[in-house]
């Protein structure tokens, strides 16, 4: 039976995670992506921003460095993979994706939606407030964008 974690195990209790040495003392934390909104590109050209620039020296950035995007939502509601009900409010969901936005220029580990961890540093954040078509309900929508750190 999935509960909220720790540990937050990709497909179980979370669509990917994120870990930082300076958010909860370096233990992962995962979180839920919009249906169809994570996506992995090998752009042809990738002027990196101001977000990584402490983190990835060069512009463009060098050949074969990815680039991550997806929408992490943060909703009272969530149901776990095998049905359980998370015990996360939208707010605490929300919190804890915003202690890794107020890291960017630095680096961390996210691993995706199908396990594969990357060293990666926030590029762009787009934090949106969605009330699901209701007055008192509340929830976000935070679009994404990684930058894949080379080793």
């Avoid at 992506?33 to 101001?50: E, I």
């Avoid at 060293?119 to 929830?139: C, K, L, Q, Y």
Wanted: hydrophobic letters at 40%.
């Amino acid at each position: 039976m999935a509960t909220d974690g720790p540990p937050w195990v990709v497909g179980q209790n979370c669509t990917m995670t994120l870990t930082h040495p300076m958010v909860n003392a370096g233990t992962a934390r995962g979180f839920y992506l919009k249906p169809d909104t994570w996506r992995m590109l090998l752009p042809r050209v990738w002027y990196r921003g101001t977000n990584v620039a402490p983190v990835i020296a060069s512009s463009p950035i060098g050949v074969g460095i990815r680039v991550f995007e997806g929408v992490v939502t943060s909703r009272d509601g969530f149901l776990h993979v095998d049905g359980t009900p998370s015990m996360q409010t939208a707010s605490s969901w929300h919190t804890a994706l915003l202690a890794f936005v107020a890291q960017a220029g630095t680096v961390m580990t996210l691993t995706d939606p199908a396990g594969t961890s990357w060293t990666v540093a926030i590029e762009e954040v787009e934090d949106r407030v969605s009330t699901g078509g209701t007055t008192f309900g509340r929830a976000w929508e935070t679009r994404l964008v990684w930058v894949e750190v080379p080793a």
